[in-house]
Structure formats: structure tokens, C-alpha cells
């Protein structure tokens, strides 16, 4: 849906005006000091971004008929047997439309499957990567040779430009978050995956014209629907892609609306040790607990072996991308959407942590990361 920049902003700034003045006052957010009494209670978090192997995106891992809970329990087994304690795994609004209360019996089996294995999930609202014309039913096959073939935009391109939709995905939020609001099985809220991301072009036809504009209004907006609802835990958005060479003094506009909306702050950085230390440091003087929610890019220089140490003796989270290779095939790099590798493999995986079989993919790696939290020694 086509809409002109000042014709859409006038809508959209009416209908949040007519909102808000309906909710009446806006909810705040967590103090620093509320924040950082959470973090005490918490161990430190070391986890991946998942989804089982055999779902192309979160459609595949969560819909009635493809819904795979024998696998998520082999699965998350293999996570805690190396230590990990958290998940961070995506949710979608049109899984919300197709069948609410499926859906929600679906999330509830999944924290039961979770809580069995000692994991406490961070689960995503939205997310403004990769295909933009999401689809519920049977979901297409990976394309050979392709990073991420599959992964889909929420909301996607048609419900983000059209306002009439916007009733449906506050329903959305508030209907996911308000029905596990004081679940203990549940690590935080993470209320939109890398709001600002272009997709490198990879769906430059497909991608929605003045996409950026309407995140912007509508990012805020979906923190204050979250916090209606009254959750017990923490809502965030991870601040991404930051020049490595930065202090954090000068931030876009939604990396801003990020840091002022978030409860605790998390980030996004596939980038060498140092950078990743530098950007803990300027994070951190927000006066807020910090974790990464997304690194670990062999082929690009960040590594568990580099990057791990770094974050135990920060006190910061750390959340890799990927854990068991499969149908979204994040093994392969960014670089495969210009250069498929259908002849051969790349010499090193880029994401992922085991085989599908649950053998690791490097044993060093998984040894360092049940050295790290302290799972070798319970073994003992």
C-alpha cells in the first residue's frame, strides 16, 4: 500500500493522538534502578537465537501443522547441556490472526518444554528483517546455497503501510504479552528485531517506500502497547549496526528511541573483540544492565572464542546466532544472497552451533562455552 509521507504521518499521528488519549496517561518505563535489581537475580545469560532445524521461519516453527515439539525438546536439551539458560526466539502477528488460541497453547508448551531444560526464553515481537511479503500456510522450500532464504518481516510490508491494520497488531501484542505477563518462564520481551534494516537490498522490489518513516512512529507505539499490559518482565530492542568506530554520541533515530523505550539495553555486533568491548563500554553508560542479543560471525571475526570471555567478564549476556543448522541455513554468510554456495561449502560456517545430529560443529566451542558457564564442572 502506497501512501504519501505527510498523508500517512497525519493519519497515523491522529489515530496514536485518539489512542492515547483513550489509554489516557502514557506507562513509563523500568528506573535504572529496577532494572539493575532484575539483573542481580539473574545467572549469567549465554544462549543463541533459535529455531528448531526443521522450520525455514518462525510461520514453520510455530503453526498447527508444522509445530515440532519433540524435536524442541531434543533441541533445547543440547542447549543445556552446554550451559546455556536463555533462547531468544521470534514470534509473528499473523500467527496471532490465524489462530490466537492455538497460538498461545503453542507458546505455552514451548516455556514447558523450555523451563524442563533450565532456559528462560527472550521472545521477539516484531522484526524488520529479511522477506517482506510474509504468508501464512505451507511455507517455500529453502533456496540452495542461501543464507536465511525464508526468514519473514513482522509486520510485514502490506500490514506496516496500512493503518487500518494497526488495531490488529497492538491486539496482537498486548493478546502475547498480557497472557504471559507474569509467566517466571519467560526471560524478557524483546519488542522489535532490528527495526531499522534494509535487508542489503535483498528485497529491494518487495520492501515498502518510506518503510523507515512508519518504524519510527510506530516503534514507540509498540513499547507503550506492551507495557498496557503490565508485564513483570523486561521489554527491549536491540540497538544494531552501529559504526564500529563509534561512541555512541551520535545515534539515528531509532537506535534514540531504542535507548529511551528499553528496560534493559541489548544490542546487535558481528564484529571484531574490540569493537564489541568498545560498544559495551559506551552502552553501559546508560546506567542499565546490557546484553547482546545477536553475534558470532566466524568468518567476519566474531567468534565464541573471542567474544565469549569478553562478555563473562563484562557482566554482559550473550546470545550467538543459531544453534542448530538447518532449513534457514544461517551457516551460510550474508555473502551467499550475491554468491550461493550450490557447488560448494564455505570454508568456515558462518553462524551455528551444532550439526543436526546435536554434534558440535567446532568441540573446542562447545567445550569453552560449558567451561564458561560452569557446565563441565557440574558434569564432574
Known amino acids: 500500500m502506497k501512501i504519501a509521507k ?28 529496577k532494572a539493575n535489581d532484575w539483573y542481580a537475580q539473574q545467572p549469567w545469560l549465554v544462549g543463541s537465537n533459535y529455531i528448531p532445524r526443521s522450520a525455514i521461519n518462525e510461520l514453520e516453527m510455530w503453526q498447527d501443522a508444522t509445530f515440532n515439539p519433540e524435536q524442541i525438546d531434543q533441541e533445547l536439551g543440547w542447549a543445556e547441556s552446554l550451559g546455556m539458560n536463555t533462547m531468544r526466539v521470534f514470534l509473528h502477528d499473523l500467527l496471532w490472526q490465524q489462530d490466537a488460541d492455538g497460538f498461545k497453547k503453542r507458546i505455552d508448551q514451548f516455556l514447558t518444554i523450555a523451563a524442563k531444560h533450565h532456559i528462560r526464553p527472550l521472545f521477539v515481537l516484531f522484526d524488520s528483517c529479511w522477506d517482506p511479503l510474509p504468508h501464512l500456510g505451507e511455507q517455500h522450500p529453502p533456496i540452495p546455497g542461501v543464507h536465511n532464504s525464508g526468514w519473514v518481516q513482522s509486520p510485514g510490508a502490506v500490514a506496516l503501510g496500512d ?8 491486539a496482537y501484542v498486548q493478546g ?39 518504524v519510527l512512529v510506530l516503534l514507540p507505539e509498540a513499547f507503550e502497547w506492551a507495557r498496557e499490559v503490565t508485564p513483570t518482565q523486561p521489554l527491549t530492542s536491540g540497538v544494531c549496526c552501529v559504526d ?18 528499553s528496560d534493559v539495553i541489548t544490542f546487535h555486533n558481528y564484529s571484531w573483540p574490540e569493537y564489541f568491548k568498545r560498544e559495551i563500554g559506551w ?14 560471525a566466524r568468518s567476519v571475526g566474531s567468534t565464541f572464542d573471542t567474544i565469549l570471555p569478553i562478555a563473562k567478564e563484562e557482566k554482559v549476556g550473550a546470545i550467538n546466532w543459531g544453534f542448530v543448522v538447518g532449513k534457514t541455513q544461517t551457516n551460510l554468510p550474508w555473502e551467499s544472497w550475491e554468491h550461493p554456495y550450490i557447488l560448494q561449502q564455505p570454508p568456515v560456517w558462518f553462524h551455528e552451533v551444532l550439526h543436526p545430529d546435536g554434534k558440535p560443529y567446532r568441540q573446542t566451542e562447545a567445550d569453552l562455552i560449558r567451561q564458561l558457564t560452569g557446565k563441565d564442572k557440574e558434569s564432574k
Open 244 to 261: 564500529q568506530a563509534s561512541d555512541g554520541s551520535h545515534l539515528g533515530k531509532i537506535e534514540q528511541i531504542q535507548l529511551r523505550e
Open 163 to 170: 493503518l487500518k491494520q494497526y488495531p490488529r497488531l497492538k
Open 6 to 33: 505527510p498523508l500517512f504521518l497525519t493519519a497515523i499521528l491522529t489515530f496514536l493522538v485518539s489512542n492515547a488519549n483513550a489509554a489516557g496517561a502514557r506507562t513509563v518505563r523500568w528506573t535504572e534502578k
Open 283 to 296: 552502552l553501559k553508560k546508560y546506567g542499565r544492565p546490557v546484553i547482546c542479543t545477536e553475534f558470532m
Open 176 to 214: 502475547v504479552v498480557g497472557a504471559f505477563a507474569k509467566d517466571e518462564r519467560i526471560l524478557g520481551w524483546d519488542v522489535w528485531n532490528e527495526p531499522g534494516n534494509s535487508n542489503m537490498g535483498s528485497y529491494s522490489k518487495e520492501e515498502l517506500k518510506g518503510k523507515t518513516e512508519r
